[in-house]
């Protein structure tokens, strides 16, 4: 089966300029993930949606940060105004319908989006 | 937040050596995971052990978790240089609303020389 895809993987702005991150999950994955991940350190969730409904956004600067799930299939991943701390690797992941579903709920990556605001 | 705190933080290595890595956590988990992440790449998922198994295996992986500790270690065998990359667990908490949630430890950056 195919992978979840993000592009682009490589994205460099200036501060307070804007930016957008797509994310197309594994077929059939009802829920999908993004994360932003700091260099030498773990991925902090952003944002968890369920089908296209928002499960957990508790992590989301929401000032300028927004994200948005059409048809609960692709995602997409806002920044604006950008600041020199968002630079970092942003991930999409997917993954089968929560707990009760036959792998529980392993998550399946994209290779990430590496942004750098300078 | 961090959930799990892992350590060494770095851990290098020879082939064939076997490696270790810790991982604790703080609060009740329904789940552990472990997750490899190669440079420049996504995780991909390694391992999970559910919270009433003690012991799990899979290849050269055999992963342990200690509830009553909070604490789950993972052993690579027979380390090979391609095992070179970041390794991460990840905790699905007991019960609450975050339907399938993770929270990810801060990793493991090993290194296996040729």
């Given amino acids: 089966e195919a992978g979840v895809a993000q592009s682009p993987r490589y994205k460099i702005i200036e501060k307070r300029q804007s930016v957008a991150f797509w994310c197309n999950p594994i077929s059939g994955h009802a829920t999908l993930y993004w994360y932003q991940q700091i260099l030498g350190q773990g991925p902090k969730l952003l944002i968890q949606f369920q089908n296209n409904g928002v499960v957990d956004d508790s992590q989301l600067p929401k000032d300028r940060f927004s994200a948005e799930r059409l048809k609960g299939v692709d995602s997409t991943l806002k920044i604006q105004p950008a600041k020199l701390e968002d630079s970092a690797v942003y991930l999409c992941a997917s993954s089968r319908v929560g707990q009760g579903a036959p792998l529980g709920n392993i998550q399946y990556f994209g290779a990430g989006t590496r942004l750098s605001v300078l | ?114």
């Avoid at chain 2, 082939?15 to 440079?39: D, H, V």
């Fill in chain 2, 1 to 114: 937040s961090q959930q799990g705190e892992e350590d060494p933080q770095a851990l290098s290595i020879q082939e064939g050596e076997n490696a270790t890595m810790n991982c604790s956590y703080k609060t009740s988990i329904n789940n552990l995971q472990w997750y490899r992440q190669n440079s420049g790449r996504g995780l991909v998922h390694l391992i999970l052990i559910r919270s009433n198994e003690r012991e799990k295996h899979s290849g050269r992986l055999r992963v342990t978790l200690d509830t009553s500790k909070k604490s789950s270690s993972l052993l690579i065998t027979a380390s090979r240089a391609a095992d070179t990359a970041s390794y991460f667990c990840a905790t699905a908490r007991a019960g609450g609303t975050s339907y399938g949630k993770l929270t990810f430890g801060q990793g493991t950056i090993l290194t296996v020389h040729p």
